[in-house]
């Protein structure tokens, strides 16, 4: 790049679930077990699958964008999935260091004059100076850039020379032993510190990293997401259009970051990733029952693994996922998808009777309704009710609906595959297309998927439906034609455990030899609008009559809608 100068020459070297169900619908075999439908019992495969022959489609290989390749290369070269604990030791802010020698520089008299600790004293403003220096903006030009790391890196030299006159002057006669260890455990941190500039100032001598602070930078460098950190951080954010407190997943708060990047605007949701669950019915509930460890969930590699699902098998029903610095934590920028949800929050006001009734068998009291989840808005007592609203999507349009029904059918697969266990009708959105008529579905908030359990797909848990009903003809080519060894455990090997990744393979395994069955019994579907099925029924006949009624997304909303019609 021109105007870039050597870095090395100028800084030198560094140092088994249930499927409940009314109907007597029966599939056949999945390979060589039986997945049956008895009146009013049970759907489930008896054991573990082998993988199926693999067959050769001749249908080509997806080659992942540019942004999730990146994104995965970065966690692959860091090593852990779980953004915090790819986190090592920076050098400390002169109030931790302080705290960790147990007291402030002593003050001594000489000559009536006061006099600090004079290796200390020069310590404590060192690391003062060098943390005001991480709030600077990196230079635009590669030049300034390069000389601004120079002397950072000169200033924590003399951080450590101070460090080391310091333990040679106390070290076996010192009456305070804490201080020589804080020295000493300074210095290992500078030794680290100097080598993150060295990695930073190679970047910004390439011009890679505008508008980023030292600290931000080297913050990314850190985590060993730099290149990923580098387009998103606090630095390109438009802060008139992004808002702190955008909602709430099921896991933690999110924000809409709005960032402006050579290559334009780009919204984000942001969720912090935490370094261990800790709400207490997440660990023992749902992380329990999906067998992911509480201390160390990793969220947002789950999410980058969903995406890395919907790209490699051409689905397209998950949103990137790259990761972000905002406001000193790491966490998952996921691209802010189009289209809206199908569940809307609506106030219902209390009747004067109802309130009576509750007057009467004292629990009239603001306390006690409260405690009923209900709320006093201007002088009105209402309970917040989620209304499903799916019908309004379709329009009376048999060809949006057919549209819908085929990108739910990816999703369901995906979510399959993933073992997604949250995929309320609040955790997808859909977009129509009023022209070409065409419908866009994104599952967003995958945090709750890839665990250990359960071993089977056949079984129905938290907002899971089992094994989905039809696969759309593009869908079945892509499956047929992945070998899980070689084009998805390397990538997901990355961002899940070595466990996790067996109980993926067993779940890819079981869909794989499912999807052929699905196909020996014709119902693969290739136009979901005039698809003629079993008997010469349609899609919607079959999903609505044939199949158990929320064994889909699509009648699972249309079942949901009928039940929440009365809320206004």
């Not at 600077?136 to 020379?161: Q, R, T």
């Not at 009734?357 to 004292?362: E, M, Q, R, S, V």
Request: proline share 4%; glycine share 10%.
């Amino acid at each position: 790049m021109s105007g870039a100068i050597s870095i090395g020459s100028f800084l030198g070297h560094a140092n088994g679930g249930v499927a409940k169900s009314t109907s007597t619908w029966i599939t056949g075999k999945i390979g060589r077990k039986s997945l049956t439908q008895v009146p009013g019992g049970t759907a489930k495969i008896s054991s573990p699958l082998s993988a199926p022959p693999h067959v050769d489609s001749g249908v080509p290989r997806i080659q992942l964008s540019g942004r999730l390749q990146q994104v995965l290369t970065d966690f692959k070269a860091g090593g852990s999935p779980c953004l915090t604990n790819r986190c090592g030791t920076r050098v400390m802010s002169e109030t931790d260091f302080i705290t960790l020698v147990g007291h402030p520089p002593k003050e001594t008299r000489f000559f009536g004059l006061k006099n600090m600790s004079g290796h200390y004293k020069a310590v404590v403003a060192g690391l003062q100076g060098y943390h005001k220096a991480l709030n600077h903006e990196i230079p635009k030009s590669p030049k300034a850039a390069v000389y601004d790391a120079k002397g950072m890196i000169d200033s924590l030299n003399d951080l450590h020379k101070s460090a080391k006159e310091y333990i040679e002057k106390h070290e076996g006669n010192s009456s305070d032993p804490k201080a020589v260890d804080a020295m000493k455990t300074l210095q290992e941190e500078i030794k680290k510190e100097i080598a993150l500039i060295k990695e930073v100032a190679g970047k910004a001598n390439a011009g890679q990293l505008k508008g980023m602070t030292w600290g931000q930078a080297l913050t990314g460098a850190n985590y060993r997401l730099l290149d990923t950190i580098s387009q998103h951080h606090d630095g390109l954010l438009d802060l008139s259009k992004s808002v702190e407190s955008f909602g709430a997943g099921a896991a933690n708060q999110v924000s809409k970051l709005v960032y402006n990047t050579p290559q334009g605007v780009k919204e984000t949701v942001f969720k912090p990733d935490p370094e261990r669950e800790n709400s207490e019915s997440f660990r023992t509930g749902t992380l329990f029952f999906l067998g992911i460890n509480p201390d160390k969930p990793c969220y947002a590699a789950r999410n980058v693994a969903t995406a890395f699902i919907s790209e490699s098998l051409g689905l397209g029903v998950a949103p990137h996922c790259g990761i972000a610095l905002h406001n000193g934590k790491i966490g998952m920028a996921m691209d802010l998808a189009q289209g809206k949800s199908l569940q809307r929050n609506v106030d219902v006001p209390m009747t004067a009777q109802s309130l009576a009734n509750y007057t009467a068998i004292g629990q009239g009291s603001e306390e006690s309704l409260k405690a009923l989840n209900y709320t006093n808005k201007n002088g009105v007592w209402v309970k917040t009710e989620t209304k499903l609203e799916i019908s309004k999507i379709f329009k009376g349009d048999k060809e949006i609906e057919a549209n819908f029904q085929k990108e739910a059918s990816k999703l369901e697969w995906m979510d399959a595959i993933c073992g997604q266990y949250d995929r309320h009708p609040g955790n997808y959105l859909v977009d129509v297309d009023p022209v070409t008529k065409q419908v866009t579905i994104t599952g967003i908030d995958n945090d709750f998927c890839f665990g250990t359990k359960p071993e089977k797909v056949d079984g129905k848990f938290g907002q899971c439906i089992g094994l989905p009903q039809l696969i759309d003809k593009d869908t079945a080519a892509r499956l047929k034609a992945t070998d899980f060894d070689r084009d998805l455990a390397p990538t997901l090997g990355t961002l899940i455990s070595s466990d996790e990744l067996s109980a993926a393979k067993s779940r890819f395994t079981q869909l794989q030899r499912y999807a052929l069955e699905l196909e020996e019994n014709g119902k693969v579907v290739d136009n979901w609008q005039t698809w003629p099925g079993q008997k010469g029924k349609s899609v919607e006949t079959f999903l609505k009559e044939e199949a158990p009624k929320d064994s889909s997304y699509y009648t699972r909303e249309l079942m949901s809608e009928k039940a929440s019609a009365h809320i206004h």
